[in-house]
């Protein structure tokens, strides 16, 4: 339901405008003093040859209806809508399953991808944000109605896998850390760097074992399979926290028997040149760099990866549309990319999107694997769920299965700490900031959801209001108990939900929806401060109630849309 929406299709009776004119005519006042829309009737000054404030005057009696009262204040017309009413029209479309979400997708297949670790390195913070972005652009799009895919295009190929397995055969037997053989892999390739600085055979040996690796060789092949059984057996620990599935894991080694296909079409076409040995596709036109197809030496790179797992995306996994989570660093490479795709003439490359996002620091720290100077992620989430434990002991000692509600609360602190913002910006984590149950934190929310499951118990266990607040049960037929300015807020905010999420489906920004709980929580919230809502008039609660549930109820599927669980009691 949209006011604007009900007073534009009123109004295309009354003016010579259309429904679309109207829509985008229609103001929301400052003020809600004056009214929920406003028309301001000076767009209509000279084709009706009449002041402003003729017109709203003249026309004020005309555009009344029964949901709403109209008055001319100077030259707008301002419309106040009859709250009970809409509130009553709501609920009930509500029950007959009407109230919606946005239906834009239309069946397309998006294909996400997403996380995309490096085998043998460390799960990076980048990577760590390209997961809950990605997976919330998975939740929220295949709501609004498209056909979502997530690839895990893993790091598994290229030179720096010679180097590792190099370093394994040199210090293996040193380096040792059974528990956890992502830190003993990240030693290695540190002691790898340190090394080759005096002794260059290192890098020769390196490009000999990845030469044998490039070969099928099966003693290169065996090394580089446990680099990736480790690691993936690692990642799988995280993604199990953060509750995160993938539909295909496909690395980047996949693609190696397709990219000489990719090359050859380049070819064919006559965009391939030669340049300094090198062979690339030349991008003056746009002043880029060329795009690197094969180094002097023949080898493939990232960006022939790409290339032929953009093919197989369109042309082998039927994908529409093709979006790449990856830091804003890679850039370039996306855009050289789909161009390469355009000059090929691949209509679908306007449908390739890079959706870059900023950088992220730890209690204001930079991080870079080379140096070893990495964060490990799962030290992080733990931290969070520590401090989630500790400020469940302060507020709720006696809760039940407390160590669960800690691992939700504080996972989801992280990562709705990071959804927060639009995905662009830098983000400066502090986890004793991200893990409040106070300001805009998901804490918050969280909070704020378990609060209204707690009411309905209570009501329950109360009035035997067993059905209190249920949406699919009877409506309350007089909603005005909760038509004061603070259920009128609340029920503002619940009605801007589908707006909300089509917003954030539309600009790929989970952070729209994340601003929205953050809102609609603290409306709640206001609400439930100044409403005494166990009140002992039956009615009068169930209309409460009901718009707690309701509000209850977003909460729960956004959160759940971001990937953030939303526990029953905190
Ligand atoms: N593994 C890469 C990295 O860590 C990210 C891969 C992103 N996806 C892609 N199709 N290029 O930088």
Redesign the pocket.
């Known amino acids: 339901m949209s006011f604007m929406k009900l007073v534009a299709q009123k109004l295309q009776t009354v003016f010579p405008l259309s429904e679309e004119e109207l829509l985008l005519a229609l103001e929301t006042p400052a003020n809600e003093a004056f009214g929920d829309v406003a028309f301001p009737c000076f767009i209509l000054a000279k084709k009706l040859k009449r002041s402003p404030q003729q017109i709203a005057a003249e026309f004020a009696p005309l555009a009344a209806s029964d949901w709403w009262s109209v008055h001319a204040e100077g030259p707008y017309l301002n419309f106040k809508m009859n709250r009970p009413r809409l509130m009553k029209r709501w609920f009930d479309e509500q029950l007959s399953g009407n109230g919606g979400t946005p239906s834009v997708g239309g069946g397309k297949r998006v294909i996400i ?1 997403m996380s ?3 085998i043998a390195k460390p799960f ?1 913070i980048g ?1 760590l944000r390209s997961t809950m972005i990605g997976h919330a652009l998975y939740r929220i799009l295949r709501k609004v109605g498209y056909e979502t895919v997530s690839v895990n ?1 893993l ?1 598994d190929w290229g030179t720096q896998f010679g180097k590792m397995i190099a370093a394994h055969l040199e210090w293996g037997h040193e380096i040792v850390a059974a528990d956890d053989p992502i830190k003993a892999y990240l030693a290695l390739y540190v002691k790898f760097h340190e090394e080759a600085k005096s002794r260059p055979e290192l890098e020769l040996q390196a490009r000999e074992w990845f030469a044998r690796l490039e070969a099928g060789d099966s003693q290169a092949l065996a090394y580089w399979n446990q680099f990736i059984s480790d690691s993936k057996t690692e990642f799988q620990k995280l993604y199990d926290r953060l509750g995160v599935h993938f539909d295909y894991v496909l690395g980047e080694s996949f693609y190696n028997d397709k990219m000489d296909a990719a090359a050859d079409e380049l070819e064919r076409l006559g965009l391939l040149e030669e340049s300094d040995g090198a062979m690339v596709v030349r991008l003056d036109e746009e002043e880029l760099p060329p795009c690197i197809i094969k180094k002097s030496d023949g080898a493939s790179i ?1 960006a022939t990866r ?1 290339l032929a ?1 953009a093919l197989y995306r369109h042309d082998v996994m039927k994908g529409d549309q093709l979006l ?1 989570v ?1 830091g804003s660093e ?1 850039s370039l490479h996306f855009r050289q990319l789909f161009l390469v795709l355009d000059r090929m003439g691949k209509p679908w490359a306007k449908q390739c999107k890079h959706v870059p996002f900023g950088l992220m620091r730890l209690n204001g720290q930079k991080m870079s694997t080379r140096k070893g100077q990495v964060v490990f992620l799962e030290d992080v989430l733990d931290e969070a769920v520590r401090h989630a434990l500790l400020k469940i002991n302060e507020k709720n000692p006696n809760l039940e299965r407390k160590l669960e509600v800690a691992e939700a609360v504080g996972i989801g602190a992280v990562v709705f700490g990071d959804l927060k913002h639009s995905r662009i910006l830098e983000v400066d984590f502090n986890i004793a900031d991200t893990v409040n149950f106070e300001g805009e934190t998901g804490p918050y929310v969280q909070y704020s959801y378990a609060r209204i499951q707690s009411l309905l118990r209570k009501a329950a266990r109360q009035y035997g209001d067993h059905s209190a607040g249920e949406i699919n049960g009877t409506s309350p037929s007089d909603f005005t108990a909760v038509s004061s300015d603070y259920g009128w807020q609340l029920f503002k905010k619940l009605i801007a939900y589908p707006e909300a999420l089509r917003q954030a489906a539309e600009r790929l920004e989970p952070s729209l929806l994340t601003r929205y709980l953050i809102d609609l929580a603290q409306s709640f919230n206001r609400f439930y401060h100044h409403e005494r809502i166990m009140t002992d008039n039956a009615e009068d609660r169930q209309a409460k109630l009901k718009l707690a549930k309701a509000a209850g109820q977003r909460l729960q599927e956004g959160l759940q849309l971001l990937g953030v669980q939303a526990p029953e009691e905190i």
Do not use: A, C, K, L
Request: no cysteine; glycine share 14%; charged share 15%.
């Open positions: 991808d995309s670790p490096n990076g990577h295009h790091g990232y790409d797992t790449y990856v890679q």
